[in-house]
């Protein structure tokens, strides 16, 4: 019976980041495409709008830090995460309203829309941090990798299962259905949010005792102490960027490299994202169920490093001998090693926090990942530009280009990574309340 509770809690617990993913389609893919093909709104004020969650993502630090030293009601997660998400949710149906409405296109409305989307990444930001600070808490030893994985395995396949469902619910396409799936998707989020988080939270004495010292520091004294005092933690936020810009600065490149460099059509560069999320999520399952367990989430991160690496590097030989089938393989592959690196530096980001700081840890690193997610799409776009007007407009040299840049970032990040020390790091922060797998790892 205690077995089948546990895979209970567990269950409920997927609850949210199946919400997250869904949420995050309705609103990168669905209302994107919406507000530009169907409402005509300029491209760059839609730009602006959905980059305003990401510029908001540097308070995840302090969203963490209050989380760990400010309990509601005793506790130090669920509150946050259920609040954190109604925020989100009304964020989300406040840039429903605002932009289509037919006012859409007036100074107010636009304010109105823009303050939405920074409630909506304020939200987020609050409730997904503190839902990774709560795995930190509640999960110990061989069960991290598994559960880590598993959740955003989750999150995927709300992502995957939003695009197909809301697709066919929005067929035929109106305005007011969209408002609608749009009503039922926010409050589906909130009973998601609210079924994952209750009865979920560690409620022992040692968790109480680490809030009461999180509250005895400051903000800033903790970030001080913490973060720019201690070589191990710049070290790790350093490769967290390093290896997010590496991995990710391919997302939107693939798709226009096939096409021009090896003659794709249009459905079968479609395909290169099923093919690399197929072969991501493949390489994370097997990852999180075993291969950490049995070689630890270090070795996992530079082997999916190394493959990615080798991956680039065929991809650029794949246009060079007109190979589509070469290149498919090594899409597939390059989904191998992005699973394999994700999944150890899941895992490292959830080990690397005390009991103490885990909120806080979460946030510090989550930013550094939001900061190379965004270096990540300034460099694609901006050297395949640049290359173009000063070099060639040769696809194979733009993108080229690119696919090696991001190599060099992946073994500079396997550079860093091999003067990571987390006994070293565990002595900088001299937390007396340190995970215990870190010691033991």
Known sequence: ????????????LAGFPFSLGLTSVLMG??????????????????????????????????????????????????????????????????????????GRKTAVFILAAALAFIFYGLGK?????????????????????RAVTFFKIAMFVGIMGGAIGLGRLLEPFSLEKLQMIVLGVAILGVLLAILAAVSQEPRTQAVAEA????????FWDTLKRIIWQSKQARLFFIFIMLTTVGTLAQDVLLEPYGALALSMSVAETTRLTALWGGGTILAMAVAGAWLIKKINYIRSMQIGLCLSIIVFV??????VIGSVVLFQVLVFVLGLGTGLAAAGSLTAVIEFTTLTHAGFFIGVWGIAHELGQAM??????GV??????????????????????????????????????????????????????????
């Open 376 to 381: 990540g799409s300034l460099l694609a776009g």
């Open 125 to 145: 930001n609050l409730a997904s941090n503190t839902f990774e600070a709560l795995l930190a808490d509640k999960f110990e030893g061989d069960q991290r990798p």
């Open 384 to 441: 395949v530009d640049i290359v173009r007007i000063l070099v060639s407009k040769n696809p194979l040299i733009t993108y080229g280009t690119v696919f090696m840049i991001e190599a060099m970032l992946l073994a500079l990040g396997l550079i860093v990574l091999s003067r990571i020390d987390i006994s070293a790091w565990v002595r900088e922060t001299g937390d007396t309340a340190v995970m215990p797998q870190l010691v033991s790892n």
């Open 1 to 12: 019976m205690a077995k089948i509770m546990r895979y209970a809690h567990i269950g409920r």
């Open 211 to 218: 809030a009461e010292e999180a509250h005895a520091i400051s």
């Open 314 to 319: 065929g991809i650029v030989t794949a246009g």
């Open 29 to 102: 893919s669905t209302l994107n495409r919406v507000m530009i093909a169907e409402l005509d709104l300029p491209a760059s004020l839609v730009g602006l709008f959905f980059a305003l969650p990401l510029l908001v993502s540097p308070v995840r630090a302090w969203f963490g830090y209050r989380t760990d030293a400010y309990p509601l009601g005793g506790l130090r997660r669920e509150p946050y995460i259920i609040l954190g998400w109604i925020v989100a949710v009304l964020g989300v149906l406040g840039a429903t309203y605002f932009t289509l409405n037919e």
